[in-house]
């Protein structure tokens, strides 16, 4: 069994970003992760979705690491948090480590977040710094100690720092994509919020994450920077 899975999921609209997301997982230094990647609300027939991404995963994926490959289609509200309980309770691993299919992600990412948990068994939650960016990032912020010019809650790291980011300030310092946890904690807390940007103004990653930190799990972000944020294709860029 692997000791994390990694789950990403799309809509059709991000259909294009798929051979990018197999290559940036495939730059991982860490292998012991297997995946589930989830067609949401794709309008072909599940065959075809299968057939399709396992063919981007075969051209862009070492053979090893593409064979742990799960592919599924799922229909239902297009609520971020449908989908993500859907998946979670298809994880066997450990840790459930969230990755947007558009976003740049460091290849030490999983390494980092893996030891990190390992060493500190306490921490239920683990982010990591993420930055956002429009058309093509700056060479130097591929690297994990950049800082961008003005970055908020650039030094939050323990668990309370989050907390007084998040109900202090009002700010979501835990980049969604960045995101590992045990999908247990998930379970325990009564799953992903349904909240929508588009439907009811709320993050539901930042709904999530205050419904844990109120329920008394322990959160932690690394200060190294392992994930870029592609502003130009979020679906709440302009909300």
Known sequence: MSKITVVSYCHEAHKKWI?????????????DFSIIFVCHNWQSD?????????????????LDLSRRVEVWSHKSPPVIGEVIDWAAGKVN?????HWDVDDIIH???LQLQYDHLVANPDVDFLGTRMVGFYGDPKPEMLELDYVEPNEPNVDVSTHDQIKNCMFGKNQ????????????????AIGGFSRSDVKLDGKSPDFETWKKAIMAGYKFHRLLE????WRLD?????HV
């Open 233 to 237: 294709s979020s679906s709440i860029r």
């Open 19 to 31: 051979p990018f997301w197999a290559q940036q997982v495939n730059k991982q230094k860490f292998r």
């Open 93 to 97: 691993s450990e840790f459930f480590a």
């Open 107 to 109: 290849p030490e990412r």
């Open 225 to 228: 920077l392992c994930a870029l």
């Open 172 to 187: 979501n310092c835990l980049g969604h994509t960045t995101m590992m946890y045990r999908p247990e904690v998930l379970k």
């Open 46 to 62: 599940p065959m075809q979705d299968f057939l399709y991404v396992k063919r981007i995963v075969k051209e862009n994926m070492d």
